[in-house]
């Protein structure tokens, strides 16, 4: 058995535009790292978090990855003593599923450590408690596509029925990050609990529109079916200049685009690297223009998840 290992786990775009809480897809760039070390005495404990700035704590009980770690073993019957380092590689709060990638990869690194008694789909609701207590809801939009790679889909909630599906290979993600943050629990507290039905109707047309654009690599489709009118018309408000910076990218020819997640990010859907890199210079202009600082991501759709990196 080895005796320590480091894992790296991709940030992820939940939500797609239109499939709240049921769609996400997992980037390349940035991701999260995990340190897991076997001890020879019991218990979890967290020895290190770089990138933080401090505002992690390292009470195992209170942490995204000592938490999805201490259920995990829970559930085995295991006594065994961890201790864990986490690299955050990405801003917190961020809407890129900072949380979920730490909880995926020290769910996927404790597995690996004790001889990979569970199959990496079975790793998810471990990972989703380590969401429930970022959050406080165990959304699985970003942990599943960081845990499986690909575009996920959740199928339900109860029972948790996931479903991968194909990524059409010439499909890239366009990321910005505005430095400014929006907690996922307040970006939630502002929606409708209610939905119209005529709403309704045009979500899951939306949302069946993009899968099947998805799936068949329709690139056309893909792009008319990225539009939300779930959250975007409220969680809108809580991002400066949010409409022309998705306008700055449909105008540098992406497909679409939306918040990633909760924001604040805003990421946009591509049919090749050089649109993603224009609208990624485009989208960067507007926020600029507002005095807002920002960093762009472009990444292809990551279909390998969680890797062992040492
Ligand atoms: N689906 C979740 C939400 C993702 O939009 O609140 C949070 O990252």
Known sequence: MEKSIKVFAPATVANVTCGFDVLGFAVDNPGDEVELKLKSTTGITISAITGDEGKLTKDPELNTVGVSIIRLLAKLGSKQGLDIKLHKKMPLGSGLGSSAASAVAGVFA?????????????????????????????????????????????????????????????????????????????????????????????????????????????????????????????????????????QAALDAGALGGGISGSGPSVFALSKDEKTAKKAGVNMAKVFNELGIGNEVYVSRINNAGPQIIG
């Open 110 to 246: 404790a597995n690996q450590l004790l001889g990979c008694p569970l199959k990496q789909e079975e790793l998810l609701p471990f990972a989703m408690e380590g969401e429930r207590i970022a959050c406080g809801s165990a959304h699985a939009d970003n942990v599943a596509p960081s845990l499986l790679g690909g575009f996920v889909i959740v199928r339900s909630y109860t029972p948790l029925d996931v479903v991968k599906i194909p990524t059409p290979k010439d499909l890239f993600a366009t990321i910005i990050h505005p430095h400014i943050e929006v907690r996922t629990k307040d970006a939630r507290s502002i929606l409708r609990k209610d939905l119209s039905l005529h709403d309704a109707i045009k979500q899951w047309g939306n949302v069946a529109g993009l899968v099947a654009g998805i799936i068949t690599s329709d690139y056309a489709l893909i792009g008319r079916s990225m539009d939300d009118v779930v959250a975007e018309p409220y969680r809108s408000m809580l991002i400066p200049g949010y409409y022309d910076v998705k």
